[in-house]
């Protein structure tokens, strides 16, 4: 998916685009944008290395909103760090992690399997993974008083929720750019059916 939202920006260098004639143009891309709420472009804007902090800081606001709603519904109450504190935190450690993978899972080599069956050392994603006190340093900078434990027993369900918020607009993103691959395809079968008829 993102080897096409590529084509967004001419100056994505972390990706490698396969030789491969593109079957979208960058209208469609655009267009596969336009059918989904703005923080989907955020998202690919940020993958794709496009004003990737401007794009990061809108998706933060955007997710740690969310949180902060999951953390009233849940009645969560930290005793050591204030609401818009943690949320802000939890947010900014998830988003980095999810944004700066550090290289490929050892274990599975970043195929996300291993014998055919999904690697539970990354849970499939492919990707090495921050450890908690990292997250912690990093979402909460001048608190060194929080260890990983308290990360993992605070923060672990937010970081997974965030997480899984993020899976689900790239999982929106590529549905909707299948679609729209799909018509590309119907649409090109049409026009070599026509051509056809005409030879005759
Ligand atoms: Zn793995």
């Known amino acids: 998916m993102l080897e096409q939202f590529a084509r967004l920006n001419a100056k994505t260098v ?3 685009i396969s030789g491969n ?3 979208l143009d960058v209208t469609d891309l655009c267009g596969v944008l336009a059918l989904l709420d703005e923080h989907h472009s955020w998202y690919i804007y ?9 794009n990061m800081e809108l998706l933060h606001k955007y997710i740690q909103q969310l949180v902060i709603q999951e953390m009233r519904k849940r009645e969560f109450k930290s005793r050591k760090v204030k609401l818009m504190d943690f949320a802000y935190g939890v947010t900014k450690a998830a988003l980095f992690a999810h944004f700066n993978p550090r290289g490929k ?7 996300g399997f ?3 069956k999904r690697c539970e050392h990354c849970n499939g994603k492919g990707t090495r993974e921050y450890n908690w006190s990292e997250k912690v340093q990093y979402g909460f900078p001048s608190r060194r008083d929080l260890t990983r434990d308290w990360y993992r027993k605070s923060c ?17 993103l590529s549905e909707k750019l299948n679609k729209v691959r799909k018509q590309a395809i119907a649409y090109k079968r ?4 026509v051509l056809f008829d005409d030879d005759l």
């Open 14 to 16: 972390s990706l490698k």
């Open 21 to 23: 004639l593109p079957l």
């Open 46 to 54: 940020a993958m794709i290395e496009q004003r990737r902090a401007y």
């Open 105 to 111: 899972c050892k274990v599975c080599n970043g195929l």
């Open 114 to 116: 291993k014998a055919a």
């Open 156 to 172: 672990g369900y937010y970081d997974q929720f965030i997480e899984s918020i993020l899976h689900e607009i790239a999982a929106e």
């Open 190 to 193: 049409l026009e070599s059916a």
